[in-house]
Structures are given as C-alpha cells and as structure tokens.
Nanobody, 123 residues
Framework: QVQLVESGGGLVQAGGSLRLSCAAS????????MGWFRQAPGKEREFVAAINWTGGTTSYGDSVKGRFTISRDNAKNTMYLQMNSLKPEDTAVYLCAASRARTSTVTYDYDYWGQGTQVTVSS
C-alpha cells in the first residue's frame, strides 16, 4: 500500500501563486507515476498534471498549461504542484494520486489517492 498526504492549499487572490505538496509513504518503490487531479463542487474530477516517477516525463491538462508546473523529489518521495497566475476557476479540492502502471490523465489508472487539499481563488 501507498499512503499519500497533500498539503499547501489555501486562499489566494486571483493572479497569485500556491505550491502544493504530496508526500508518499509505504511501498513507494511500486510507484510508476503520480498525478494531480481537482474536483470542484458539482463537477467531475479533472486531470491537472502527471509525472513519471523515474524519468520525469510530464503532462498537463489544457486548462493549466503554461501556469502550473509539476515536479518531484525522489529522495523525499514528494511531488509538487507550483500554481501561478491562479484564476477563480482554479478553485477546487486538489487530490494527488499514484499509479503502479502508467503515466495517465484518467482517474481509473491511479491506484492510490490522497484526501485532498482545498484551493480557493478569490476574484
């Protein structure tokens, strides 16, 4: 099993920045890739970004390209999401996830999930 704990969420004004962290523990050697998803009230879970755990290959959702940057620190078993130029429509619960098999943009490819951290962007 892998446990994931997110941190770094909060309230920020439009145009501001936040950095989210996701700390992994347990059987972290089984992780192939990790990703960030977000879910706003009444909406489906949306892909934000993903990163291959060894090679560092990344992918981003269209709505965050050019504004968000995903990264990881293998030594610390931690993934990050640097969010710049935040918009009110970025308001959501942000969840990190880990996959044992592939770097993916879809939720069903991920085996483990954190509890989420709230990000609220005011206009």
């Amino acid at each position: 099993q892998v446990q994931l704990v997110e941190s770094g969420g909060g309230l920020v004004q439009a145009g501001g920045s936040l950095r989210l962290s996701c700390a992994a523990s347990g059987r972290t050697f089984t992780i192939y890739a990790m990703g960030w998803f977000r879910q706003a009230p009444g909406k489906e879970r949306e892909f934000v970004a993903a990163i291959n755990w060894t090679g560092g290959t990344t992918s981003y959702g269209d709505s965050v390209k050019g504004r968000f940057t995903i990264s990881r620190d293998n030594a610390k078993n931690t993934m990050y999401l640097q969010m710049n130029s935040l918009k009110p429509e970025d308001t959501a619960v942000y969840l990190c996830a880990a996959s044992r098999a592939r770097t993916s943009t879809v939720t069903y490819d991920y085996d483990y999930w954190g509890q989420g951290t709230q990000v609220t962007v005011s206009s």
